[in-house]
């Protein structure tokens, strides 16, 4: 694709001294060398505040990862704090993980905060991102922000905002940032030079603080006590969870926690797996061969900035299998609510929120125990901003989303991987004191609910034709939507755009109830909810299948099982997504 006049200006703006001479170079390499495809992708747009804030490849370019659009964001973000908290001091919070240069980057922004007459707190070395959340809160920020790119593959770093209730950047501060950040046109008005000063090195104190608050947690010390040599297999996949998971494992009270050790080393270059995401059977397999090695009871895994929980147990043939986040999401709700209840502990304002794309078996359970329950949109700055909402009126338990992500307890406002192991590990705990497995709970709960079984299509679309390829999909299942799924005549259209939804056989339309995005779902007749949703973060559109099968008794959960596979099949194949 040739170069466009905008790419090409963008590109003659980086050759300037504003830039150092090691992008310079790297710039004019590519130049020379003709590869206008890379020069596209690195220059065709300005990198911007997503569901995740700024994410992107490393390297030279304004749709690229480095020092100067990192350093134009975080301008724009204290030009935005000083005038959101005029005739204050600010304080800010900076976490990285293990990816290549986010060590670098954490204090380049730690530089540019202070520079800015703005108190940094920037941690010692690596520490998950739900840490960040909580240290903002605690050390009384008004902002804060990471370093990581989540479970993006390697050549992926980015930069997550946070605001002073601990929660990632939403409306209008995300936007009213990034008015800020366009109005900065050259690296020469970021404010680079440093007042060391006003940058204060954090670390072991608020790990003790935040460890404190997870251990608050558990519910159940006396099955732990009886299951403490619970044998669990740990990875964090070369990320920052080693920092807190085990040391939350063990004041928990369990002893017998392995490290897979291949793993336990930070790395950007994850030297181990493709893309370290415990969403991906590869990346746990290290895990997975030890923990049979060891005839262990669970494997837990965390993704490079430890939000995110994987989770292994043995099925009834003793082979072991992952829980998808679903249903990881629905064993700790359904653990939660009956443990609280059982224990004393439930409240009549408890509740439980998840987002739009997360199985319903959690508002199922909810139901059942009388609690209140909420959908947000995808992202946990969704299910943060509503636990700041109803601050103070009702009491959040947990909230959970389908990618991995769980929060118990609101003194972190991100999802959190280091409670959630926690807790996934008191559930098998209690499970094992009563002779069961996390499996045999599993096919309990379904049995109980009904059979929930969920699927994910991602379709990569790359470059600025991926992007607009990805945009045509979405309008064309707007104008000609599915009539039927799988034999089941779609009842219900509920477009978040639009904010409405429309039901088709009474002809009616409602609100959604949530702010505008761009995602469709179809519901069938038969209950089944199939989403499509453009990423945030990633340069893919993502297509949700969720099919509902009834399950009358434990024996029948492989055949029930097969049997909702199959139908999500069919509906793949009649939308042509392969």
């Known amino acids: 694709m040739p170069l466009s006049p905008d790419v090409?200006?963008?590109?003659?703006?980086?050759?300037?001294?504003?830039?150092?001479?090691e992008t310079q170079?790297?710039?004019?390499?590519l130049v020379d060398t003709n590869q206008d495809d890379q020069l596209n992708?690195?220059?065709?747009?300005?990198?911007?505040?997503?569901?995740?804030?700024?994410?992107?490849i490393m390297g030279p370019g304004s749709n690229r990862m480095n020092r100067y659009t990192l350093g134009m964001a975080t301008q724009g973000l204290c030009n935005y704090l000083h005038q959101s908290f005029q005739n204050q001091e600010i304080k800010v919070a900076i976490a990285h993980d293990s990816r290549n240069n986010s060590r670098f980057f954490a204090e380049t922004v730690a530089g540019i905060f202070s520079a800015n007459g703005i108190t940094a707190y920037l941690f010692d070395s690596l520490r998950p991102t739900p840490e960040l959340s909580f240290a903002i809160r605690h050390l009384g920020c008004q902002s804060g922000c990471v370093i990581t790119a989540s479970h993006n593959p390697k050549e992926y770093n980015g930069y997550k905002v946070y605001w002073n209730d601990g929660s990632q950047v939403v409306?209008?501060?995300?936007?009213?940032?990034?008015?800020?950040v366009n109005k900065i046109t050259s690296p020469d008005e970021v404010k680079f030079a440093a007042d060391p000063s006003r940058i204060h090195i954090i670390g072991q104190e608020i790990d003790d603080a935040y460890l404190a608050e997870v251990k608050k947690l558990s519910i159940n010390a006396a099955a732990i006590q009886q299951q403490h040599d619970l044998g669990i297999v740990y990875t964090p996949i070369h990320g920052s969870g080693v920092k807190l998971v085990p040391p939350a494992l063990a004041a928990f009270g369990f002893t017998n926690v392995s490290v897979?050790?291949?793993?336990?080393?930070?790395?950007?270059?994850?030297?181990?797996?493709?893309?370290?995401?415990?969403?991906?059977?590869a990346a746990m397999q290290l895990a997975l061969d030890q923990a049979k090695a060891q005839n262990a009871d669970l494997v837990l895994a965390t993704d490079p900035d430890a939000d995110r929980v994987g989770v292994g147990v043995k099925n009834e043939h003793g082979e072991w299998v992952l829980l998808n986040g679903n249903q990881t999401a629905a064993?700790?709700?359904?653990?939660?609510?009956?443990?609280?209840?059982?224990?004393?502990?439930?409240?009549?304002?408890?509740f439980i929120v998840y987002t739009i794309v997360t199985s319903e078996i959690l508002g199922d359970i909810a139901h059942r125990y009388g609690v209140e329950y909420y959908r947000t949109l995808t992202g946990f700055k969704y299910i943060a901003g509503l636990i700041r909402e109803l601050a103070g009126q009702a009491n959040y338990i947990c909230g959970g989303e389908e990618?991995?992500?769980?929060?118990?307890?609101d003194f972190v406002r991100d999802k959190d991987a280091v409670s959630a192991c926690a807790l996934v590990a008191e559930m098998a705990a209690v499970a094992k004191s009563q002779g069961r497995t996390l499996y045999q709970e599993m096919q309990q709960m379904y049995a109980e609910y009904g059979l929930y079984v969920e699927d994910l299509i991602s379709l990569t679309k790359k470059g600025q034709r991926g992007a607009e390829e990805i945009q045509e999909m979405m309008v064309e299942l707007r104008k000609n939507p599915p009539a039927t799924l799988a034999?089941?005549?779609?009842?219900?259209?509920?477009?978040?755009?639009?904010?409405?939804?429309?039901?088709?056989?009474?002809?009616?339309e409602e609100s959604t109830g949530v702010e505008s995005s761009n995602v469709l779902q179809f519901i069938t007749a038969a209950g089944d909810k199939i989403s499509a949703r453009p990423s945030g973060t990633e340069p893919k559109i993502k297509f949700y299948f969720s099919v509902k099968e009834p399950l009358s008794s434990i024996a029948d959960y492989e055949v029930t099982h097969k049997k909702a596979q199959d139908k999500i099949k069919s509906i793949i194949e009649e939308m042509q997504l392969k």
């Open 171 to 180: 409306s209008p501060h995300d936007k009213n940032i990034i008015i800020e």
């Open 403 to 409: 990618s991995y992500g769980f929060l118990i307890g």
């Open 8 to 21: 090409q200006q963008r590109i003659n703006t980086w050759l300037t001294p504003a830039y150092d001479a």
């Open 41 to 56: 992708d690195a220059f065709y747009r300005s990198l911007e505040f997503g569901t995740g804030g700024l994410r992107g």
């Open 331 to 350: 064993l700790l709700t359904h653990y939660l609510l009956s443990a609280r209840k059982h224990a004393g502990k439930a409240q009549p304002n408890d």
């Open 25 to 29: 170079a790297a710039i004019k390499h």
């Open 487 to 508: 034999g089941s005549p779609v009842v219900e259209i509920r477009d978040y755009q639009t904010g409405k939804i429309h039901h088709l056989t009474a002809k009616t």
């Open 260 to 281: 897979v050790e291949a793993q336990a080393t930070p790395d950007g270059n994850f030297p181990t797996v493709q893309s370290p995401n415990p969403e991906e059977k």
